[in-house]
């Protein structure tokens, strides 16, 4: 219960520290800390889930963003969770009218729209890494 928790929304407080402190050993405590690659596994499954479903391609696309927009911030909203919640909630929206999205635009879009909402994540070098990161697998992927 516990380990679920903290891997599913990040939230450590009720692992034992004992496990954390296994984690931190083996280099896997980043597994408990919530991240883009979370919020996309979970739009991922929600979609899978509403095509399961057999529910429209409109429909499939609202619940994402709904699902990730709660989900976001039921993790915390760090800056990681916002950058792949704006870019999941754009895509969707662009995909709704039948738009092609480019990944770096949709990066871009996220970076401002983040940094408008807390200009300190500028300086912050969790979140400049995030990006680049990502950045990074746009240029390797070439999308």
């Not at 928790?5 to 919530?34: F, N, P």
């Not at 909402?117 to 400049?128: C, V």
Request: hydrophobic share 55%.
């Amino acid at each position: 219960g516990p380990l679920a928790t903290a891997l599913v929304l990040g939230q450590r407080d009720q692992v034992e520290w004992k496990l954390q402190e296994s984690l931190l050993e083996t280099g896997t405590i980043h597994m408990l800390a919530i991240s883009g690659l979370h919020v996309e596994m979970v739009a991922l499954s929600i979609g899978g889930l509403c095509m399961f479903l057999r529910c429209s391609y409109r429909s499939t696309l609202v619940i994402t963003m709904v699902s990730i927009i709660f989900y976001s911030f039921l993790c915390g909203a760090n800056a990681p969770v916002l950058r792949a919640m704006f870019a999941v909630v754009f895509l969707s929206i662009a995909r709704y009218f039948g738009l092609n999205a480019n990944a770096f635009n949709l990066l871009f879009m996220a970076a401002f729209l983040l940094l408008a909402i807390r200009t300190n994540y500028l300086w912050d070098t969790g979140t400049q890494l995030s990006f680049i990161a990502v950045a990074m697998l746009i240029l390797v992927a070439g999308t």
